[in-house]
């Protein structure tokens, strides 16, 4: 029987797999770069707000869905072959977008686009966290947010290339800009076959031979009787083990203090939405209307914005896993609540009221111009918010999130954390185009006290993971760890658990025997036990 080649470095399982990721960008993007061309204020009827917001929305409310489905397929298919199933949501969206002959069909298109973006917003941070070591996991799923990026980038240039197309009343323009997002999708589906399985996903459904042949791969190209692959071995079938004897998933979520857990997997996603930087992404164009800008300056100071948050992203990848998780979450909302605070203010402070602007009836203050230093504030400010948001709480959220959960909880868990992330995404889609057409620039002022209080909570309740492993990550959401403000970064007992296991080795008790249907790391009677 044929097999792919398997390619077993982390960075390259990394770039294929966040190819999800880059859907996501791709469709947020599509919307973004052609919101404010002629062709779709005329194609489409200069949808009101409320249609304006449904369009926005019809992203998140399928990936609401894709969130809910991601769980269960991935447990019962894997993390990898689950990724190729959302594939298949993508090209039948991409489809109906394309051929779109009102708003009922793009909305139709963009929901089932958003079934895929579900999945794989959920699944792929689940499997890179899944195949990296401790001291790289957070730099690895940062890269899932690099690729979102790069997607919102690139499609943001092609939507804008595209606009360029035809006349102003004609269509090509954007079912030019939709069915370009074929390409990442195809690329994807190329590549997933020559990704290994999930390590611990095999653990779990009992395929204890080819987990560790992949974890040893991995973590020490090939060695099976490597310390770190033997000791993160017995961490794995041990935390197994004690879950299966644990009961009921309510009691996997919920009992012996997992609650704690769940509300941070699923708190930390929802902040990421409520913090409001989708505002500057999904309706940047909007915001620089309201600074004045207009035509082909307010797109290209988009696309020069998108530009900046992959540049702050690239610095997050080099640096996640040393400073950790907490600094950045509660630092970078409380930077984002200021810049929210400030945009706002100056709105209210210089801006006149409009009727509309350059068509759009959302828009409902600008800033004249004669206060542009003003309005320079308003495009600095929206800058610096996304540059702190790439550098924050952007990437960490996908990393926190995928980390707290255990191996029996992680796949629905994380499926369960995106949720409340599209939830918030698809609320926020519905309520700023009304929000901006209602209360204008007092929008901003929600935005930054919600911030203020995301770095509350996540101070109180978030505890450090970085440089643990996660299977000991579970122990501090337990009754007797420590409060969330004491942790800190690494005191891993991995680390100790190799040094042990090295020392066994080194005496000859210890070996790999099978019980049940887990594979263990035995050691001969006299041996000392796992530290």
């Known amino acids: ?168 009343h004609s269509t090509p323009s954007f079912r030019t800009a939709f069915g370009l997002q074929y390409v990442p999708c195809v690329f994807l589906l190329i590549g997933l076959p020559f990704l290994p399985r999930s390590p611990r996903w095999l653990a779990k459904v009992g395929r204890t031979d080819e987990a560790i042949e992949v974890l040893a791969r991995i973590q020490a190209k090939g060695d099976k009787t490597d310390p770190l692959v033997m000791a993160e071995w017995e961490e794995i079938t041990e935390a197994l083990e004690a879950e299966r004897n644990g009961g009921s998933w309510q009691k996997r979520f919920f009992k012996n203090g997992m609650w704690k857990r769940t509300f941070a997997g699923a708190s930390v996603q929802a902040w990421q939405q409520l913090s409001g930087a989708n505002v500057m992404t999904y309706y940047v164009v909007y915001v620089f209307y309201m600074a004045g800008l207009t035509g082909n300056a307010n797109l290209v100071s988009s696309g020069v914005q998108y530009a900046a948050f992959i540049i702050f992203s690239f610095v997050t990848f080099l640096f996640i896993d040393k400073t950790g998780r907490r600094p950045l979450l509660i630092y970078g909302a409380i930077g984002m609540g200021v810049c929210h605070f400030v945009v706002g203010g100056v709105l209210g402070t210089y801006g006149v009221h409009v009727d509309s602007l350059q068509g759009n009836g959302n828009i409902k203050v600008t800033i004249p111009d004669n206060h542009p230093d003003a309005a320079h504030t308003i495009i600095a400010f929206s800058y610096l918010l996304i540059i702190v948001y790439a550098l924050t709480l952007a990437p960490v959220a996908w990393v926190y999130a995928s980390e707290v959960w255990s191996l029996e909880t992680r796949a629905w868990g994380m499926g369960l954390a995106s949720i409340a992330n599209w939830l918030f995404n698809f609320a926020l889609g519905f309520f700023v185009p009304p929000a901006f057409h209602n209360i204008s620039w007092k929008t901003f002022l929600i935005f930054g006290a919600l911030c203020f209080g995301a770095a509350a909570q996540a101070f109180v309740s978030y505890p450090e993971t970085a440089q643990k492993s996660l299977e000991e990550i579970e122990s501090l959401f337990r009754p007797g760890a420590p409060p969330p403000w004491r942790t800190s970064v690494g005191g891993s007992s991995l680390d100790a658990h190799v040094h042990q296991v090295s020392d066994d080795l080194r005496h000859g008790s210890i070996s790999y025997s099978e019980k049940g249907n887990i594979v263990h790391t035995d050691r001969e009677k006299g041996g000392d036990s796992p530290a």
């Open 1 to 168: 029987m044929f097999t792919f080649p398997k390619s077993y470095n982390t960075y390259f399982l990394a770039i294929v797999s966040t190819i999800g990721g880059m859907l996501f960008g791709f469709d947020i993007s599509s919307l973004s770069a052609i919101v404010g061309t002629k062709q779709y204020v005329w194609y489409f009827n200069d949808p009101n707000n409320v249609t304006q917001g449904a369009i926005g929305s019809a992203l998140a409310a399928g990936s609401v869905v894709g969130g809910l489905m991601a769980g269960p397929i991935s447990d019962w298919i894997g993390r990898r072959d689950c990724t190729a199933f959302a594939c298949i949501w993508w090209l039948i969206g991409t489809a109906v977008q394309v051929s779109t002959h009102s708003v009922g069909q793009l909305i139709a298109g963009r929901f089932l686009n958003g079934i895929c973006v579900g999945i794989t917003s959920s699944q792929v941070p689940v499997y890179l966290a899944e195949i990296a070591t401790k001291d790289k996991r957070g730099s690895i799923v940062v890269i899932q947010q690099l690729a979102i990026e790069f997607g919102i980038l690139i499609q943001f240039f092609i939507g804008y290339g595209c606009s360029f197309i035809g006349s102003d």
